[in-house]
Each structure stands twice: as C-alpha cells, then as structure tokens.
C-alpha cells in the first residue's frame, strides 16, 4: 500500500471513529485462541471479586459511574498475551486510526443472574475498550453516542431523568460478538456512556473478555 493511501485510509477510520464511537474488528481471535481464553477464564471463576456499589458519581478523572453490581476476574496469561500480541493491536490502530494505542492488561467481567452495570464511562486511561464475549447468553448492552463526549454532570441528569437503564429516545444497544466468530468490539468506553441490564432469570452466569488500551 502507497504511503498517501495508508494515510487515507488511516484518516477515514479515525473520522468514523471519532463519529461513531465503535468498530468490529473480524478474524483478530483465531478458534484455538479463543478456546484457550475461554478455558482460562472458566478455571478462574472463584478468583472472581465483587465489584458492588450504589451511588452515582462524577469522578475527577471526567468518568461518570452509577450502581453497579458483577464482579471481576483478574486477567490470565492467555488473555493478556492477546491484549499484547502486535498482530492483534496492529489491526486494533488500524481499525480505529489511533496509532499510540498501547495495551493497559485486562479482565473478565462475570455477570451472575441479575447482575448489572448502570449507565457509566470508563477510566480516562481506557481510550479504546475491547471485549468480546465468553458465553452465547450475554444479551447486548446499553449505548448512548448522541451523548458522545457528554459532561458527568449531564449524564447524571440523564440518570436522574430516565434511570440507570435508558431505553428511550436515542439510546439504543450494541452487540458483543462471541469471541468463537473470531471478532471483538471495540467502543470509546470513556467518551460513550454505556451500561448494561440485569442479566434475566434463567440465563446462567455470562462472561464479558475485556482490555483497555490508551492513547499515548
């Protein structure tokens, strides 16, 4: 590829991404890998800590939180090796056009039934989230972009005025992929709010890969 059509193209995914907030990244997570993520992960399940609090808050970094109740897993070698591996944040910048992208390690979200997230953004350190799921019963989560970039103040009038899980309006939802499909999402978790439901009765337990990665 020439350098002015590396240059276009590297221009045209950072402008979507500065519009749109979120990408999918295909064929990134070989069968084999996933698999091993997957095992990993499934192994580690009583390390996992509740992370539990119900307040809303805007934090001094700019993030904004509201109740949340799941818990985390402390990342594994197969899954930090992926968030590391240069093939994979090769496509990682090229897909959003940022290229200091640099990874910051990861975790395993695990939602037992009725656990949530309530609408929230994430570190300022978390440029680009990544994550795709672990298990097929992870339903889609919450997303916000009309409120791309929105001030926490704002957003905890949004809270105040449609709940923690807004459905109305503008807000609307986006997918995980399962990890097996060989693709993984990745969505500004600082700058678009997002959240997500009570996992339903009868799901089982699900299980959500993510990595931050921050722009230097």
Not at 45 to 68: K, Y
Not at 162 to 170: R, S, T
Request: charged share 20%.
């Amino acid at each position: 590829m020439q350098h002015s059509e590396a240059l276009a193209e590297k221009t045209s995914a950072r402008d979507a991404w500065d519009r749109i907030g979120t990408v999918l990244i295909p064929d990134v997570l070989a069968p084999e890998r996933f698999k091993d993520i997957q095992e990993e992960a499934l192994a580690r399940t009583a390390l996992a800590t509740p992370h539990i609090h119900d307040h809303t808050a805007s934090h001094r970094d700019g993030s904004f939180a509201s109740p949340v109740h799941c818990s985390f897993i402390e990342p594994g070698p197969k899954l930090q090796a992926l968030a590391y591996d240069k093939t994979f944040l090769t496509a990682l910048r090229r897909a959003t056009g940022i290229e200091r992208l640099v990874p910051r390690g990861g975790a395993v979200v695990l939602y037992e039934e009725g656990d949530f997230q309530g609408l929230h953004t994430d570190s300022v350190k978390t440029t680009v989230t990544v994550a795709f799921a672990l298990t097929e019963n992870l339903p889609a989560m919450g997303w916000a972009p009309h409120l791309y970039n929105a001030f926490p103040d704002l957003l905890g009038k949004v809270v105040a005025e449609h709940g923690m899980f807004p459905e109305d309006g503008e807000f609307t939802t986006l997918e995980h992929p399962f990890g097996a499909c060989g693709a993984v999402r990745a969505f500004a978790g600082y700058s678009v709010p997002h959240w997500r439901s009570p996992m339903p009765d009868g799901s089982g337990a699900g299980l959500l890969a993510t990595m931050p990665f921050i722009d230097l």
